[in-house]
Every structure is written in C-alpha cells, then in structure tokens.
C-alpha cells in the first residue's frame, strides 16, 4: 500500500516594525499639515475623507491648502453619524477611491470625529493592503481619544466595532480651535472620555478637572490644549505598552463594555460619550459592589460627570433615546457580542480608585457574575 508522505516547511518572517509617530497639539494647525507633507510627501496624491457637516467646516479648506502647495488632492464625503459606520460605506469609499485613480501610492487624511476616524483608518488599512493615513481629529473626544492607537473599523448589527484592524497612522494634528466650532452636546460628549482617562490612570488630571471644569466648558483654548495634551500622554502610554490591546491598554475600556450595549440598543441616537457616561456609572457601581472602588470616590466620579452635563441616570437617560422599555437582560445580552469577550463572556475594567485600576493576578480584564449584573442594572433603572 502506498504512503503518503508529508513535509513541512517554514516560512521565516520575524522582523520589527516602527509604528511611531507624532501627534501635533495646536493651534491653526492646517498650514503646519500641508508644509509638513511637501517636506516629508506620504504619497502621490492625496484624499481628505470627511463627513457632511465637517467637510463645510474643514475638508474643503484642507483640499483648497493642499492643492494651492501643488500637492494633488480631492475629497471623498459620507453622511455624519454613528450610523455610517458601516461596511456598506466603507466600500462606496473604497470604490470612490478606485474611481479616482488613487494607487498604493496614496495617502488618506482622515478629518473629523471619531466615526471618520475609525472609518477612514479602516479604508486605509484594506486598500490595496494598506495605504498611509493622518488623523486629523476635530471633536474632543477624537482628539483625546480615538485618534490614537490604532484601532479602526465598523459597526455591524451584532455589535460595535466587531470588524476592523490595528493601523496605525504615519501622524496626528490636534487643532484645538475646531472644538469651537463642536454643537455643545457633541463637545460635552466628548468630556466623558477626559473623565474616563483621569479615572483609570490620573488622580492630578481628576483635580485638575474639578478644578477648572468650568473653563474647559467656557472652551478656554489654553485649558483646552492643556487637558488635549494630558490625555494623549494618558493614551499614548498604554498603547506604547500594549499596541495589541492584550491586557494594560483594556483599562481604556472603563464604561464601554455596558456602554456599547447601551449605545447599540438607542439606534444611536445615544453619543458615545453619553453612553461612556452611563457605563462609568454601571460598571463604577459594579466595582463598589465587589468591594474594588470605595463609595466616596465613586461618587465623587458621579459628581465630575455631573457637572459637565453627561448623563448619571440611566433609567432617565433611556427614557430620553429609547421609545420603548429595555431590560437589563437585554442589555446583559448585547455585552456577550463585545470585542472584549473571552470564552463568550464579557470581561470589565473596573476602577479601585480614582487614577488606579483593578487588577487581579496582572489582568485587568475581569469576569463579573451575570447576577450581579443583573441587579445593578436593575436597580439603576429603576433609578435605585
């Protein structure tokens, strides 16, 4: 009888790849950008990915810049919204792309919030395997936090973020002065993060914002860029240490992992900032349950959120995005289909005080009995 033989082998490719770059804090930063970019080209040509409301504001300005320095650019717009965070928008940019000609050769300037952000990087991630990309974020909670690390990708109907990639882009331009031009509910949105941060890794940062909340509500430019700076330094730390979010970088994740589910139940209609707000307030609930975040404290995070508008009553909040009734068991359920899930189960950054995280055995990422969820979800919406 004749034998089959099999052979094996190895295909060698370790190597180190350097995905540094800078990030540019400041005022007027557009002729910064297009002096940078003849001195250090990305590509041949250029495309400013926008939204319909910030194309008005800013992608026609970067274009009309970028042209006027003899660099080759055109634009490519979606509908402004969490709800075009979708595959099937991502493919029309993508053929966009292909009808403009635009080769490995090109670069993508990603200018807008987070959703152009995450949506953008993602093109440029799959685009003829990857093309460069700048962010250049213009909401606050762009700026502090979804502008850097990374993570790129859509929405689908089984949940948020569910399919994309770590792409890394070649640089990040924070201009302070588009925040002043932020409807007051996309800004106030975008406080949620600052909070988050000061939460998991900085108590000074927390101080500070108690302190002087009501100028960074004025939009004072000079405590704008102060606490725009803080954060990235906050982010930038994490991400150094873990690119791949395989543990440190999951304390990013305070308030995001029932968050998300409530976000995803609104339709959207729910800023993810708001919806960060509710979850810091869940899963702070959850941590004081188990005996991780004192009551003092979490309430003194309750407090901070509070006084920049965001949301802190979930029962209430609901009330205002949902036409109907959730049940804490459909929020329990929307957390199984989280990007954070292990084994089919969702795991949560919990806080242990203000500017320090819980960790057990060095994870950060941990399992919370579904009962105890269930009864501070139930309690909390019923404004307990």
Same mark, same amino acid.
């Given at each position: 009888?004749?034998?089959?033989?099999?052979?094996?082998?190895?295909?060698?490719?370790?190597?180190?790849?350097?995905?540094?770059?800078?990030?540019?804090?400041?005022?007027?930063?557009?002729?910064?950008?297009?002096?940078?970019?003849?001195?250090?080209?990305?590509?041949?040509?250029?495309?400013?990915?926008? =939204?319909?409301?910030?194309?008005?504001?800013?992608?026609?300005?970067?274009?009309?810049? @970028?042209?006027?320095?003899?660099?080759?650019?055109? *634009?490519?717009?979606?509908?402004?919204?969490?709800?075009?965070?979708?595959?099937?928008?991502?493919?029309?940019?993508?053929?966009?792309?292909?009808?403009?000609?635009?080769?490995?050769?090109?670069?993508?300037?990603?200018?807008?919030?987070?959703?152009?952000?995450?949506?953008?990087?993602?093109?440029?991630?799959?685009?003829?395997? *990857?093309?460069?990309?700048?962010?250049?974020?213009?909401?606050?909670?762009?700026?502090?936090?979804?502008?850097?690390?990374?993570?790129?990708?859509?929405?689908?109907?089984?949940?948020?973020?569910?399919? *994309?990639?770590?792409?890394?882009?070649?640089?990040?331009?924070?201009?302070?002065?588009?925040?002043?031009?932020?409807?007051?509910?996309?800004?106030?949105?975008?406080?949620?993060?600052?909070?988050?941060?000061?939460?998991?890794?900085?108590?000074?940062?927390?101080?500070?914002?108690?302190?002087?909340?009501?100028?960074? @509500?004025?939009?004072?430019?000079?405590?704008?860029?102060?606490?725009?700076?803080?954060?990235?330094?906050?982010?930038?730390?994490?991400?150094?240490?873990?690119?791949?979010?395989?543990?440190?970088?999951?304390?990013?994740?305070?308030?995001?992992?029932?968050?998300?589910?409530?976000?995803?139940?609104?339709?959207?209609?729910?800023?993810?900032?708001?919806?960060?707000?509710?979850?810091?307030?869940?899963? *702070?609930?959850?941590?004081?349950?188990?005996?991780?975040?004192?009551?003092?404290?979490?309430?003194?995070?309750?407090?901070?959120?509070?006084?920049?508008?965001?949301?802190?009553?979930?029962?209430?909040?609901?009330?205002?995005?949902?036409?109907?009734?959730?049940?804490?068991?459909?929020?329990?359920?929307?957390?199984?289909?989280?990007?954070?899930?292990?084994?089919?189960?969702?795991?949560?950054?919990?806080?242990?005080?203000?500017?320090?995280?819980?960790?057990?055995?060095?994870?950060?990422? @941990?399992?919370?009995?579904?009962?105890?969820?269930?009864?501070?979800?139930? =309690?909390?919406?019923?404004?307990?």
């Amino acid at each position: 009888m004749k034998q089959n033989h099999a052979s094996t082998l190895r295909v060698n490719l370790r190597r180190q790849v350097d995905d540094s770059y800078e990030i540019v804090v400041g005022e007027n930063l557009f002729p910064r950008l297009v002096r940078d970019l003849c001195r250090q080209p990305l590509g041949h040509r250029y495309v400013v990915i926008s =939204d319909s409301t910030v194309v008005k504001l800013y992608g026609r300005k970067l274009i009309r810049l @970028l042209q006027e320095a003899g660099l080759r650019a055109d *634009g490519l717009i979606f509908r402004a919204g969490e709800k075009s965070k979708t595959r099937p928008v991502k493919q029309r940019l993508e053929g966009g792309l292909a009808r403009l000609g635009v080769g490995r050769d090109g670069a993508i300037l990603a200018v807008g919030g987070g959703v152009t952000g995450d949506l953008a990087g993602f093109v440029a991630a799959t685009y003829y395997r *990857g093309i460069p990309y700048l962010q250049v974020p213009t909401t606050l909670l762009a700026m502090v936090d979804s502008s850097i690390g990374g993570k790129t990708g859509v929405d689908t109907r089984h949940g948020k973020n569910l399919i *994309g990639a770590f792409y890394q882009p070649k640089r990040v331009y924070a201009d302070v002065l588009t925040l002043t031009t932020l409807p007051p509910r996309e800004f106030i949105s975008g406080l949620a993060e600052v909070v988050k941060h000061a939460v998991i890794g900085d108590r000074t940062l927390f101080r500070f914002l108690e302190q002087f909340g009501l100028r960074l @509500l004025a939009r004072d430019p000079a405590v704008m860029a102060q606490i725009v700076r803080r954060n990235l330094l906050i982010k930038a730390a994490l991400v150094e240490a873990d690119p791949l979010e395989q543990n440190l970088r999951r304390v990013l994740n305070y308030g995001h992992t029932l968050g998300h589910a409530l976000e995803a139940l609104s339709g959207y209609r729910m800023l993810h900032g708001e919806a960060v707000s509710l979850g810091m307030v869940l899963e *702070g609930k959850l941590a004081k349950a188990l005996g991780y975040f004192p009551e003092e404290e979490y309430l003194r995070q309750n407090a901070l959120l509070r006084h920049f508008g965001l949301p802190v009553s979930p029962g209430p909040a609901l009330k205002t995005w949902l036409d109907r009734k959730v049940s804490a068991d459909e929020i329990i359920a929307w957390t199984f289909s989280d990007k954070k899930a292990k084994k089919g189960k969702p795991e949560y950054a919990l806080p242990a005080r203000i500017g320090r995280m819980k960790k057990i055995r060095g994870q950060v990422g @941990l399992p919370v009995e579904a009962g105890l969820i269930k009864e501070v979800l139930n =309690d909390s919406l019923q404004g307990r």
